[in-house]
């Protein structure tokens, strides 16, 4: 059976390239960077030549740029790590509520632990507002959270405002750009951004390696005690088969980013436009403009979601839903809960997120698949 994988905001697969590069880590240059003969040196100059590629993207220095072991850690590093080390200077933090676990259940963590945090609402397009920012912020606020781009919904943050506003308030600046790094435009100078998290297998890199961006001068807490690796932030010898890998994509990403994004678009835009000529009563979650390219998130009133899911899993479709399987029982999203989908749209959601190798003709495909479910779920609902 022919399969489609309409899943990349889950993950992505290893761009063919990428995985060459990671070979030659593996095999040729496998020496310990830290070493001194010309093993270790050529190891080391893969670890700088991906930290240089990666900065690229963002417009940083590839001395800004620490290794860790994903997203999920690089949000628990920028946020634990700055608040450990400024908690003298105050106690408060806040976050959006509809970041990606990584940092909602972090902050929790840091309430528990004492500190106070504030869950900024976004608005019902997933979209955290300059105001609202502007509204919550206090004199003790050592830090703000705000994701780049919405995981489920795809919407896209005003990341330069906020980042502006904070510079001016001497307040740090953390982004989760797991799903916009390589993707479209980032620039931390012009955006006043000063922590950033990246992913590999977010960008057609491997899965287990991601970065955090940390601005000159920004100090963290240590996590990680032993070597002097990564500026101190995190000891231990290097993934360099990961890093030559993350390295790659990034600079695949950074050359191919317009053309993959007018790609992305134009698919995405020509499956909405199939599925609503064709289906009514259904809604277009997140943003219509601010937007990832290639993210269609849409709610099927009526239907349940999962079941779609699985219908068309069974077809070889990969899709995801509006609700997450949390030991045995199925719960609605809190981030679409957040925007102000009732539980019954959560889980009446779909999020469908294209990729690099789609083509039209699976666009095509899937649309005749979609509809024809949609149809025949509602058809037995309505007996
Ligand atoms: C996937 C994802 C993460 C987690 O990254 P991992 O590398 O899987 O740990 C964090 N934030 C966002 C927005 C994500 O989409």
Redesign the pocket.
Known sequence: MKRIYFDH???TPVDRRVVEAMMAALTDKFGNSSSVHSFGREAKELLEKAREDIANVMNAGGDEIVFT?????A?NLALFGYVYKHRDKGRHIIVSNV??P??GKTAEELERLGFSVTYAPADEYGMVRLDTIKDLLKDETLLVSV?H???EVGTINNIGAIGRLLRERGVVFHT?A??SFGKIPIDVEEMCIDLL?L????IYGP??I?ALYVRKGIELQKRAFGGHHEHGFRAGTENIPGIAGLGKAAEICAMELEKEAAHLTRLRDKLHSLIASNVDDIILNGHTMHRLPGNLNLTFNGVEGEALLMALDLKGIGVSSGSACSSGSTQPSQALLNIGLTPQQAQSSLRITLGRDNTLEEIEYAAELIIENVNKFRAMSWN
């Open positions: 905001s889950a993950t072991s994903g997203g999920t850690e949000d970041e990606h990584a940092v994701m781009v919405n995981n989760d797991v799903q998290s992913s590999g297998h977010k899965k287990g991601g």
